[in-house]
């Protein structure tokens, strides 16, 4: 047993040794902390299916981010849920939308945070689905003009970042040609380039109201079984002008994370979705794990698969966990 002369224990015996040599590190900085808004005053409405995450009003939601921000969290994603929905998703774009009320409020209270917007239909149309439908098909051309105008007003209300979703083709040339010609040349995209459909989306369509009235969305999301497919979407947005790409779900995809940061440039999301995090809150209730070491472990992974940014609704509890690990 002499000759061992590599002997990798020796840089695991004592916490700060392990610190000092850990390749990959989570900062507060990496995370993105979506938020739900929903209209009326003094809302805050637990998510029965996410425990800890909230629909909340305006207000609300502001008080959260401002906290949030004195955490050290420095971006939050915003989702919508209008007063009331149509055919053709008018809540999404309207000037005093719900999500351009909270991107208005949380720039005068927070004025540093960066304020990233959600741009989809789902959760503005009478349907659930992300895009214009006819007979009972989502129009993909048709649905263009309506996400564009949808960065627009998002981008006029302040928003930082815009964050396509409804996985329609062409919807980042869409969006770059509508934001530039609008005077927001200035105002980057991250392309959900690579959304698969998941049923681990289960629990934010809950928070979202925003399932589908019938069908399903397989005919635009991606197909679980598809990776060479996922380079093609990255490379499809990549060329239309995407300034960020993403892919979501996480953790059932980190070989296409690792993929898509081996072969793309750009900053690199994931996002990790509400069934992942369910999954874990629920565990812990059960007292199976212990829920902030399985937490920290998780997204650490999605980090050393490749991301650069992660979006999850662990952000606080991460940064406030991050000085123990």
């Not at 991606?222 to 093609?232: I, L, S, V, Y």
Request: proline share 4%; with cysteine.
């Amino acid at each position: 047993m002499h000759d061992l002369i590599h002997r990798p224990r020796r840089l695991r015996r004592r916490a700060p040794l392990r610190a000092l040599v850990r390749e990959t590190q989570l900062a507060r900085e990496d995370f993105v902390l979506p938020f739900f808004v929903c209209t009326g005053e003094g809302v805050r409405r637990e998510v029965p299916s996410m425990p800890g995450v909230h629909n909340l009003s305006v207000d609300r939601v502001v008080r959260e981010a401002a906290d949030a921000f004195e955490l050290g969290i420095q971006a939050v994603l915003l989702f919508g849920l209008p007063e009331s929905k149509d055919e053709t998703a008018t809540g999404a774009y309207a000037e005093n939308g719900i999500v351009q009320q909270a991107i208005r409020a949380i720039r005068r209270a927070v004025p540093e945070m960066i304020i990233v917007a959600d741009t989809c239909l789902c959760e503005y149309t009478s349907h659930g689905h992300c895009g214009v439908i006819r007979e009972g098909e989502v129009l993909n051309d048709e649905t263009l003009s309506l996400l564009a105008r949808t960065a627009i007003s998002q981008a006029e209300a302040g928003a930082d970042i815009i964050a396509p979703s409804a996985m329609m083709d062409g919807q980042v040339a869409a969006i770059r040609e509508g934001l530039d010609d609008s005077g927001f040349d200035h105002v980057p995209i991250m392309s959900y380039a690579v959304k698969y459909a998941s049923a681990f989306y289960g629990p934010f369509r809950e928070a979202a109201d925003s399932a589908p009235a019938f069908g399903d969305r397989r005919a635009y999301q991606m197909d679980a079984g598809n990776a060479r497919e996922a380079m093609r979407e990255a490379e499809l947005d990549y060329a239309e002008g995407a300034d960020m790409l993403m892919v979501k779900p996480a953790l059932p995809y980190l070989d296409i994370l690792k993929a898509v940061r081996d072969r793309f440039d750009l900053p690199l999301a994931a996002y990790h979705v509400s069934g992942e995090y369910a999954m874990i809150k629920a565990a812990a209730e059960r007292g199976w794990i212990d829920e902030e070491r399985v937490m920290m472990e998780t997204l650490t992974g999605i980090k050393r698969a490749g991301a650069d940014i992660i979006i999850t609704y662990y952000a606080r509890e991460a940064v406030k966990a991050i000085k123990k690990y």
